[in-house]
Structure formats: structure tokens, C-alpha cells
């Protein structure tokens, strides 16, 4: 899905805006955004994967993160704050997800890449979560108050939901959940998930609903507020997102995600000085990952006549996608930009 960015207010000047041409896109789809993306340059597929602990939540400590391959050997990157990383630049061929951290049994996960003569590159999801090792004693592990009180039926359920997510089965994971939250209406934690599934499935409505529910079970729980942002911004809804965004980056100021949908909520709304602090925020806490905030930012800067800065942000855009689909299109808006800080007197002496 393609989001693009009407911002909304008479003010500004459409034409400046639709010189651009540029769609941003909608990667709070997949809700979390990896805080590094490693480039192997030799292709145009992506692999995005989530690592989550034995319990099916996210790990507080960053995971090494290991891709095999047969012409570069190893390449590593770490998880963000999520349980998030990416690979991107892979071309066709066989590769190997690995991870090998002391408490946990070491992961080898195969990944195929298959990509015919001419068609686009793809991006390949791996969900991993890890199991204790065998044989080891284990550190007392701190208890996951959402757990408590659920009963075994709706916990098993939880887990199957988990399973059948990790195989792309959106809609088994969500009738697996259903069960867990009606032998356990306070189950927090399913109805979040409930809200993951919908929106994966682009069903945003229903997803917005699932996370108003666990919001309502756990007012300030980090989750449901930063997805349930994410969902009022992919709707339009950008005054109603504004305010649950900024209580999201006051739990966690070092959430690349909730700054990067903030300055998307701001900047629709005209707010351009907020929105451009908050979007270089996100950038500087999410790097490469945080692509699409260069984009934005080059929008505003536009708008408020800085096309130095506009074609600055495209090109720094342009570095870490060379390949996005409109690459072209861009490199012909870098050149008006950078053409419209000639001044009239200069384009009008003659040439000795």
C-alpha cells in the first residue's frame, strides 16, 4: 500500500507540493521499523525479520543477528528497540538467518530468494522466536504481568495465534485469538495482537478497534498506543493521532517509530517546524531504516522555500534507495530543485 502525504491546509501551496510527484510509503504496515538495515549491494530484495523471546514478547536487549551467504560470507546487524532488523540489497540466491546468544538454542533459518529476469525485487519476512536452551539453568526471568491470571486455555491459544502469524496465516492467528479474549476478556496482550493481525491484512478499521480495546484493559501500554497511532495516521485521522503519538515518544523518547509517525501526523496538519524536529529526530535515532522521513522532510522544505535542504534530504533519500521505484522520477525533481536557486539576473547574462 502507498500512503500519500496531502498535507492538510489551505495555506500551503498545492503546486509547490505536486511538483513533487513523491508517495510515501505506509512502512508502519508492518508496525515496527528496524533501527539498521544492512546493505550486502548486490541486489533489490529485502529481508525483514522479528525476533521475539520464548514468551512471544519483544527482548529488552538487542540480538546479534547474523545473513550467510555463499559469495559474502557473514554479515551481521543487531535488533532495535522492537526485536527488528533487515537485510536489503540481496539478490537471488540462498541465504541464512543465524543467531547464537548463550541463554537461548541457536537459530539457522533458510531463506530462498527467487526472483525472475526483469520482475522487482521483493521483501521476505522471517519471524524467529526464540526457546531457552536445553540443559542449562536459566536466571530467574521477570514476570510478564499481562500473563498473570490467564487462564492455560487462553494462553495456549495466544501461542497458536503466534504460530500461525510467524506462517503469514493472518486470518487463523485471528481466530485463535478470538478465543483467547473470550475465556479471557482481559487479555490485554491478544487484543493487541488481534489489532497487529487486522492490520497486516489492511483491514484498518477493524485493526483500530483491537487496539482501542487493549487500551482500554491497559490505558499506557507502549504497544497498543504506538500501533493504534499508526493506524489513526494510515486513516487520515491526524489531529486524533497527535496527541496518542506524543504520549507514546514521552513513555519511550528514543522510539525512531512513534517520532517518525508523529512528524507525519504534524506535518499533515501544517505544523511544520514541530513536524520537521520530530521527523530528524526519527533519523537520527532509526538511521537508514527511517528512509521515508528524508522524503517528507524534502516536502517541507519545499514548502517553506528551502530548496537547497528539499534536494538534499532527496539525495540523501536516493542513497539508501537507489533502487526505489520512482528513483528516476526524483533525480528529475532534484534537478528543479537545485535549478530553482538560480536567480532570474543569472539565467538571463549571456555567455562570453
Do not use: C, W
Not at 522544505?301 to 537547497?308: H, I
Amino acid at each position: 500500500m502507498i500512503l500519500r502525504l496531502p498535507f492538510a491546509t489551505e495555506k500551503i501551496s498545492f503546486l509547490t507540493f505536486f511538483l513533487f510527484g513523491l508517495t510515501i510509503s505506509a512502512a508502519g504496515q508492518t508496525l515496527n521499523l528496524p533501527s539498521e538495515t544492512v546493505s550486502l549491494g548486490q541486489g533489490n530484495n529485502v529481508i525483514v525479520g522479528s525476533v521475539t523471546g520464548p514468551d512471544g514478547q519483544r527482548i529488552e536487549t538487542r540480538i546479534k543477528v547474523k545473513i550467510s551467504t555463499m559469495t559474502r560470507g557473514d554479515v551481521s546487524t543487531v535488533t532495535n528497540e522492537n526485536g527488528n532488523f533487515a537485510f536489503r540489497g540481496l539478490a537471488s540466491g540462498n541465504y541464512t538467518i543465524i543467531i547464537d546468544e548463550k541463554e537461548y538454542e541457536a537459530v539457522n533459518q533458510a531463506v530462498d530468494i527467487v526472483q525472475l529476469r526483469g520482475a522487482p525485487g521483493g521483501t521476505y519476512n522471517v519471524n524467529i522466536r526464540l526457546a531457552p536452551k536445553k540443559g542449562t539453568e536459566t536466571k530467574p526471568a521477570v514476570v510478564n504481568t499481562d500473563f498473570v491470571g490467564v487462564s492455560k486455555i487462553a494462553l495456549d491459544s495466544y501461542n497458536r495465534a503466534l504460530e500461525s502469524a510467524k506462517k503469514g496465516e493472518h486470518q487463523e492467528a485471528i481466530r485463535e485469538l478470538q478465543t483467547a479474549v473470550t475465556e479471557h476478556p482481559e487479555f490485554m496482550l491478544a487484543y493487541n495482537e488481534i489489532g497487529v493481525q487486522y492490520l497486516k491484512l489492511n483491514e484498518l478499521d477493524k485493526a483500530d478497534e483491537a487496539f482501542q480495546s487493549a487500551l482500554k484493559i491497559k490505558p499506557d501500554s507502549f504497544n497498543p498506543l504506538v500501533n493504534r497511532g499508526i493506524v489513526l495516521v494510515l486513516k487520515k485521522k491526524f489531529e486524533e493521532a497527535e496527541p496518542l503519538l506524543r504520549k507514546v515518544v514521552k513513555i519511550d523518547e528514543k522510539s525512531a517509530v512513534g517520532h517518525y509517525f508523529l512528524g507525519q501526523a504534524l506535518a499533515n496538519q501544517g505544523k511544520f517546524d514541530e513536524a520537521e524536529k520530530e521527523l530528524v529526530l526519527s533519523v537520527k535515532l532509526g538511521g537508514e531504516a527511517m528512509k521515508e522521513a528524508h522524503r517528507i522532510l524534502a516536502i517541507i522544505y519545499s514548502v517553506k522555500g528551502d530548496k537547497k535542504k528539499a534536494a538534499g534530504e532527496l539525495k540523501t533519500y536516493l542513497k539508501i534507495a537507489p533502487n526505489a521505484p520512482d528513483a528516476e522520477q526524483i533525480r528529475k525533481v532534484i534537478n528543479q530543485l537545485e535549478g530553482a536557486g538560480d536567480s532570474p539576473s543569472d539565467k538571463a547574462k549571456p555567455s562570453n
